[in-house]
């Protein structure tokens, strides 16, 4: 997971080191996701959209080319769901609206990994 808010990240962690027994790597920009994905190959990759430096759509533009396949990668946005929209043909697995919900944000990563994979199992 990436984002440069360090308030996001302190939630993200405690949330996932509290709701799950996943192994999270929790970064501050879009050059710590590549580093990360050079040394272990992620099962899902959360991005937020507006970082500094190398911004999601640049981090998933070098996850592609880096990994050459693909994984669900869901991006972090502050922005209305109208600007959300955009996102939509770059197959992404979701979008997950900040703030998010701690109680229902891991139960939302879950749902919407779930259908990406069922979606990209037909093919």
Do not use: H
């Not at 997971?1 to 996943?22: C, G, H, L, P, V």
């Not at 580093?35 to 992620?42: K, N, V």
């Amino acid at each position: 997971m990436a984002d440069d808010d360090r308030s996001i990240r302190s939630i993200a962690e405690i949330i996932f080191s509290n709701a799950t027994d996943w192994q999270v790597e929790i970064v501050s920009s879009g050059q710590e996701v590549l580093e990360c994905i050079a040394l272990d190959q992620p099962d899902v990759v959360l991005l937020d959209v507006n970082m500094p430096g190398m911004d999601g759509l640049s981090t998933l533009a070098a996850i592609r080319r880096q990994l050459q396949i693909e994984l669900p990668v869901i991006f972090l946005t502050a922005r209305d769901k109208r600007d959300a929209r955009q996102y939509s043909e770059l197959g992404l697995a979701g979008i997950i609206t900040k703030p998010f919900d701690p109680i229902q944000f891991t139960n939302k990563i879950e749902e919407l990994v779930a259908a990406w994979l069922a979606k990209n199992a037909q093919k």
